[in-house]
């Protein structure tokens, strides 16, 4: 079969995907294996690729955490799935359901262990989920990170977002568009930012309410102040890091939520002062994907609402490192995905 592993160029330079061979892998007991049909990618994969993230150790491994298939085999002792299955994987091998635990970091696909950028991989049984009905292989291949994040952060962790609450989404890129469709969904408002007005305009046709081109902008956070009658949101999806994060202070409501996600704008510390989040007696989630388990359940949410990721362009698997080009310019709206 063929995959990609991601290797270094020369002795030390950055990581690229690299297409190799190998054998089809055989599934063992407890295990099923999956021919993988789609990927997508994830600004994570970004900080694989260039060391700044994970990258299993000394050893090259298979990149890419988010992936659907269907089953082909399955190993002894496992009756809960068949072949023809139409399945997804998790982004923790391991964490199935509960809250989150450190050693879950030792299986996360395309990270700290292989990944899904392959024709098949044998998984445990445990680490699979049923992809809906509605959906086809490449919207399934975007669940798995962003979406999940999205749900975690908003019906999970700490309070599920309020009824005719406001969401401020920052960018639009895979978890921030995700968490549009589904508050609006939910009958909430969001405000969205992006430096783009095409992208904007995107946006509001999802269920954006309110639309801020922060490159027009500077100072948004005023802007999602005034917007929201003085009070701020209910919520902010903070993909940013360090240099939204004041920003990000500033626009939520008292007594409101700022889910921490992303570091789009590095992992300096923030300059910024943390009073204001005692001022407002503020809550931050740090939100690091999700569970099984809250995968079955988001699934259900996307299903009765009939929501579908957007994927903004597809590539072909021998077109893996375009792929990665394509996220790393950043001019994509929602997800960026590799059909096999």
């Given at each position: 079969?063929?995959?990609y592993?991601?290797?270094?160029e020369?002795?030390?330079?950055?990581?690229?995907?690299?297409a190799?061979e190998?054998?089809?892998p055989?599934?063992?007991?407890?295990?099923?294996?999956?021919?993988?049909?789609?990927?997508?990618l994830?600004?994570r994969?970004?900080?694989v690729?260039?060391?700044?993230?994970a990258s299993?150790g000394?050893?090259?491994?298979?990149p890419?955490?988010?992936?659907a298939g269907?089953?082909?085999?399955v190993?002894?002792?496992?009756t809960d799935w068949k072949a023809?299955d139409r399945?997804a994987?998790?982004?923790?091998?391991?964490?199935?359901?509960?809250?989150f635990?450190?050693?879950?970091?030792?299986?996360?696909?395309?990270?700290?262990?292989?990944g899904?950028l392959?024709?098949y991989v044998?998984v445990?049984?445990?680490s699979?989920?049923?992809?809906?009905?509605y959906?086809?292989f490449?919207?399934?291949?975007?669940?798995?990170c962003?979406?999940?994040?999205?749900?975690?952060?908003?019906?999970?962790?700490g309070?599920p977002f309020?009824?005719?609450?406001?969401?401020l989404?920052l960018?639009t890129?895979?978890?921030?568009v995700?968490?549009?469709?589904?508050?609006a969904?939910?009958?909430?408002?969001?405000?969205i930012?992006s430096?783009?007005?095409?992208k904007?305009?995107r946006?509001?046709?999802?269920?954006?309410t309110?639309l801020?081109n922060y490159?027009k902008?500077?100072?948004?956070?005023?802007?999602?102040?005034?917007l929201?009658?003085?009070e701020?949101?209910?919520?902010?999806?903070?993909?940013?890091?360090?240099?939204?994060?004041?920003?990000?202070?500033?626009s939520v409501k008292?007594?409101?939520?700022?889910?921490m996600?992303?570091v789009l704008?590095?992992f300096?510390?923030?300059?910024?002062?943390?009073?204001?989040?005692v001022?407002?007696?503020?809550?931050v989630?740090?939100?690091?994907?999700g569970?099984?388990?809250?995968?079955a359940r988001?699934?259900e949410f996307?299903?009765?609402?009939q929501?579908r990721?957007v994927v903004?362009e597809?590539?072909?698997?021998?077109?893996?490192?375009?792929a990665?080009?394509?996220?790393?310019?950043?001019?994509h709206?929602g997800?960026?995905a590799?059909?096999?």
């Open positions: 079969m063929k995959r592993l991601l290797k270094p020369g002795e030390d330079g950055p990581l690229r995907p690299v190799d190998c054998a089809k055989e599934p063992q007991s407890g295990e099923v294996l999956v021919k993988m049909r789609a990927c997508s994830n600004y994969d970004l900080l690729k260039s060391g700044q993230s299993g000394d050893g090259a491994i298979v890419l955490s988010d992936g269907e089953i082909e085999a190993g002894e002792g496992i023809g399945v994987l998790t982004f923790f091998q391991d964490w199935q359901d509960g809250p635990s450190m050693k879950y970091h030792k299986a996360a696909r395309g990270g700290s262990c292989d899904v392959s024709e044998a445990p049984a445990h699979v989920v049923r992809i809906p009905d959906l086809n490449i919207e399934a291949a975007c669940l798995p962003a979406a999940v994040t999205a749900w975690q952060a908003l019906f999970e962790r309070r309020p009824d005719g609450g406001t969401l989404c960018g890129g895979g978890v921030s995700i968490a549009l469709q589904m508050v969904a939910a009958g909430g408002k969001v405000i930012t430096s783009s007005d095409e904007l305009e946006a509001k046709a999802l269920g954006a309110e801020i490159r902008s500077p100072d948004w956070d005023k802007e999602v102040f005034s929201t009658g003085k701020g949101v209910d919520q902010v999806l903070e993909v940013g890091g360090p240099g939204t994060f004041e920003k990000s202070m500033n008292a007594g409101g939520t700022i889910s996600i992303g704008t590095g300096d510390p923030s300059p910024a002062g943390l009073f204001p989040l001022a407002r007696a503020v809550d989630n740090g939100i690091y994907v569970s099984r388990a809250m995968f988001m699934n996307l299903a009765k609402h929501i990721p903004d597809t590539f072909a698997f021998a077109e893996a490192e375009k990665y080009e394509c996220l790393e310019n950043a001019g709206f997800k960026v590799i059909e096999f």
